[in-house]
């Protein structure tokens, strides 16, 4: 579904080195919830067209690219993000997990999608919609990109479809 989220084409080359950094770094809570922890833009360089896509969209370390963790047995309740349009994802770890987006009505939330992660591939998500994360049985870790939001969800979805990420 388009307006929560787009499945790209490509590929990642970086989910070994990436991986391998994941017991190296230091998490610090986030959002109130989220541990993260915050990478350089190189450890992407090896993903051509994403690199392209974070020089484009003045992706740094500012407007944040990190590893998120989830740890087992909890809820990311649902929310928007207030300080990013969308955000590139892709599951490093944690395939027995579940990404929900969906409409708020009232109690409910209506025309709920699973983001359909796929291992090594990236998926961008419209953040301005209600989105959780529900996680089971071991830690979660999802790199994520963060478009800034001087940008529009719907101009990086036209970009990726334009350079056929």
């Known amino acids: 579904m388009d307006e929560y989220f787009v499945k790209l084409n490509t590929v990642s080359k970086c989910v070994p080195a990436l991986k391998s950094l994941i017991p190296m770094l230091e998490y610090k809570l986030v959002y109130g919830q989220n541990n993260a922890a915050n990478l350089n833009e190189e450890v992407l360089k090896n993903d051509e067209k994403i690199y392209g896509l974070i020089k484009r969209f003045n992706v740094d370390k500012e407007s944040k690219i990190s590893i998120f963790k989830v740890t087992p047995n909890s809820c990311y309740n649902w929310h928007t993000d207030g300080i990013r349009c969308a955000a590139i994802n892709m599951l490093l770890i944690g395939y027995n997990s579940m990404a929900l987006m969906g409409q708020k009505d009232v109690i409910f939330f ?5 983001v359909p992660y796929e291992p090594n591939r990236y998926v961008m998500i419209n953040t301005s919609v209600s989105h ?3 996680n089971f049985a071991e830690d979660r870790y999802l790199l994520s990109l963060g478009i800034p939001m001087e940008f529009s969800y719907q101009e990086v979805a036209n970009y990726i479809k334009e350079n056929e990420l």
């Open 110 to 114: 209506r025309n709920v999608e699973q």
């Open 132 to 134: 959780s994360v529900y």
